[in-house]
Structure formats: structure tokens, C-alpha cells
T-cell receptor, first 111, second 114 residues
Framework: EDQVTQSPEALRLQEGESSSLNCSYT??????LFWYRQDPGKGPEFLFTLYSAGEEKEKERLKATLTKKESFLHITAPKPEDSATYLCAVQESGGYQKVTFGIGTKLQVIP | GAGVSQSPRYKVAKRGQDVALRCDPISGHVSLFWYQQALGQGPEFLTY????????KSGLPSDRFFAERPEGSVSTLKIQRTQQEDSAVYLCASSLEKASYEQYFGPGTRLTVT
């Protein structure tokens, strides 16, 4: 069974203090790893898809990287508006559509 | 453009009642997903549609849960004889193609069973 473990569960940063969120996964064959952002009372918002080890993607202050066992979401010089829960999810290869999510990391950026 | 919409946004049901939750995906999106999100947890997959065909319903927790998408657009998730453990946010997501790489989520329906 696919498993996704995210750490830390919660993270509090000062504005401008860079950090990384971790996503460890277990899947028989990886079709894709996804990062989403979720604000309170809203549905998740798509950020990135990573397909293979060594791949990196960037969007504004966010950079996602992937290895064979984990993914990192690096946040550079965060701003208060980056405060949200960041969800990691994986999809197994082999034609399956099921996406397995982690419980997320709740990020709070303090001005 | 319009995103994924869901209705109602909030639903309170007495235990034993049936409920129906609606999802309007983005126009033209082939794939549609339903998820259940408990408080403090990540979304859990319930079921997947490709157009009108329900190709995966492995995540439906019991036979009280039923989903349909008869014309390949709007979808309804029905829960019969609701139980307290059904209380959660039900999220709908759609994606343009068969591959679900980029899913667009609706705001969810918060179901509370009393």
C-alpha cells in the first residue's frame, strides 16, 4: 500500500527565514509526486508535479525536489502570505488513478 | 474562468438520513475525483470517473456511499443512512485529461452528522 509521511507536522518561521518541508514516500512504482497548498476552508491548490529522481521545479519562493525516497519543498525568504498547509501526494504507476496524500505540514510565517 | 464548484457548502444531517453532494467540474474536464478529508488529515481518495465511467471506486468506505456522473459532467456523491463517522469535508477535483497530474479542487462540502 502506498504511504506518504510528511514532516514536520507544523512549522513556524519568521518572515525571511528559509526552510524545507519533507515528504517521504513508499510506492511500488512512482508515476508522479505532487505538491499542493491548502488554505483554511478551501480545496487544495496545485503547485508542482515531479516525475523522476533528480527533477526540480520552482515557482516564486518555492522549489520542489525529488529523490527515490523523498521530496523536499524548499521555501526561500517566506512571506506571511505563504502561510498554509502544504500537502504531498503520490500516484502509483500501472494505470492506477488513486492519489495518496500525506497529512500535510502546517506552515505559519510570522511578520 | 469558472473553477470547480460544489454544493451545498455545508450540510448538517441527522444520523440515518440520506445526503447528496453535488460537484460541477470545470467544463471539458475528462477526469473527476471525490475525496474525503477529516479534520487535520490529508484528503483520502474515494472514487474516480473518466467521463461517465466510474473506473475506480476502491476508496468508497462502505456500500452506503454511491457516486455517479451520468452525462460525464456534473457528479453526485450520495451517502445513505449517514453515520457520525461520515462527518468530514468532501472534496471534488477535476482534471483536463485522463492523467490526473494537475487536479483542480473545489471548495468542498462540510458534512456534519449529528
Amino acid at each position: 500500500e502506498d504511504q506518504v509521511t510528511q514532516s514536520p507536522e507544523a512549522l513556524r518561521l519568521q518572515e525571511g527565514e528559509s526552510s524545507s518541508l519533507n515528504c517521504s514516500y513508499t510506492v511500488s512504482g512512482l508515476r508522479g509526486l505532487f505538491w499542493y497548498r491548502q488554505d483554511p476552508g478551501k480545496g487544495p491548490e496545485f503547485l508542482f508535479t515531479l516525475y523522476s529522481a533528480g527533477e526540480e521545479k520552482e515557482k516564486e519562493r518555492l522549489k520542489a525536489t525529488l529523490t527515490k525516497k523523498e521530496s523536499f519543498l524548499h521555501i526561500t525568504a517566506p512571506k506571511p502570505e505563504d502561510s498554509a498547509t502544504y500537502l504531498c501526494a503520490v500516484q502509483e504507476s500501472g494505470g492506477y488513478q488513486k492519489v495518496t496524500f500525506g497529512i500535510g505540514t502546517k506552515l505559519q510565517v510570522i511578520p | 474562468g469558472a473553477g470547480v464548484s460544489q454544493s451545498p457548502r455545508y450540510k448538517v444531517a441527522k444520523r440515518g438520513q440520506d445526503v447528496a453532494l453535488r460537484c460541477d467540474p470545470i467544463s471539458g474536464h475528462v477526469s473527476l475525483f471525490w475525496y474525503q478529508q477529516a479534520l487535520g488529515q490529508g484528503p483520502e481518495f474515494l472514487t474516480y470517473f473518466q467521463n461517465e465511467a466510474q473506473l475506480d471506486k476502491s476508496g468508497l468506505p462502505s456500500d452506503r456511499f454511491f457516486a455517479e456522473r451520468p452525462e460525464g459532467s456534473v457528479s453526485t456523491l450520495k451517502i445513505q443512512r449517514t453515520q457520525q463517522e461520515d462527518s468530514a469535508v468532501y472534496l471534488c477535483a477535476s482534471s483536463l485529461e485522463k492523467a490526473s497530474y494537475e487536479q483542480y479542487f473545489g471548495p468542498g462540502t462540510r458534512l456534519t452528522v449529528t
